[in-house]
């Protein structure tokens, strides 16, 4: 299928555009990009240059999709923004590139982010996760898979949310969000296990339990951090739910939100 460009648009020659690929009024192509199959690019959208993205992505009104990044340090060094397929950029959302030669901006697939978020530089955005409306990432954020996280959110730089977790709208985030965990406000308050949403994802009540087993450990014993991740280790095993939290804490360099 032929690429359509509307008449107003303003596409690089050095731009690559895939199959079916539409581009709309007023939007602006930057050099070097590549934008997958049958990916629409809605009215007076950015996409810098040196980003690359998949197939069937929707990027709405106004969006600024692989701009320089706000962060200086960024001397005008090539970087680059990533992005996976079929996600949706809604208005006016940002993402950066990175800061750094070659270093790069991840976002995966299937994820929708929704109007006025902000992407940072370096932040490594997994797949199927819902950012809402006007989040604030700061740079090195990391968003691992199926996290679902609401507006006005603030999350403090070389913070790690955990798969499946979910984070309330207005929240403040220090400090790293394990796996499955539901927490929200300012100073963030933990609020149990994102048990709907893992009902939704197809967890039976077998796993579930399991994971709230090892939420009680964490949360609500008297046990320290260290105390409670010797503990779920030895729980761990045969449940890869429960070593998916434990690798995360192990991992975690900003320590886990309390």
């Keep these: ?17 895939g199959e079916d690929v539409e581009v709309g009024p007023g939007a602006i192509i930057g050099e070097e990009v590549q934008i997958g199959d049958r990916t629409k690019i809605g009215p007076y959208a950015l996409v810098d240059k040196w980003t690359t993205m998949g197939r069937e992505n929707r990027i709405f009104t106004g969006a600024i999709v692989g701009s320089e990044c706000q962060d200086l340090k960024y001397k005008g060094e090539r970087s680059f923004l990533k992005i996976g397929d079929k996600n ?14 070659d270093k790069c901006t991840v976002v995966g697939s299937n994820n929708l982010i929704m109007a006025y978020a902000h992407v940072a530089h370096d932040c490594r955005i997994g797949d199927n996760n819902i950012l809402a409306n006007a989040l604030a990432m700061a740079g090195h954020v990391t968003v691992m898979d199926h996290a679902n996280i609401g ?4 999350i403090h730089q070389y913070v790690r949310i955990g798969s499946y977790a979910i984070i309330g709208g207005h929240s403040r985030v220090p400090k790293d969000v ?6 929200a406000d300012s100073p963030l308050r933990i609020a149990g296990i994102n048990k709907v949403g893992l009902e939704r994802k197809g967890f039976t009540p077998e796993q579930i339990a399991v994971i709230e087993k090892a939420y009680r450990l964490l949360y609500r014993s008297k046990m320290n951090i260290s ?10 095993k045969g449940h890869p739910e429960v070593e ?3 690798q ?11």
């Design 1 to 17: 299928m032929a690429v359509t460009i509307h008449p107003t648009a303003i596409v690089h020659p050095r731009a690559q555009l």
């Design 88 to 101: 949706t950029i809604r208005e006016y959302a940002t993402l950066n590139r990175a800061t750094g030669q």
């Design 151 to 154: 507006g006005l959110v603030a």
């Design 178 to 183: 394990p796996p499955y965990i539901m927490c």
């Design 227 to 236: 105390q409670a991740l010797v503990k779920l280790e030895e729980e761990a």
């Design 244 to 246: 998916m939290m434990v």
């Design 248 to 258: 995360f804490i192990k991992e975690s360099e900003r320590g886990i939100a309390k």
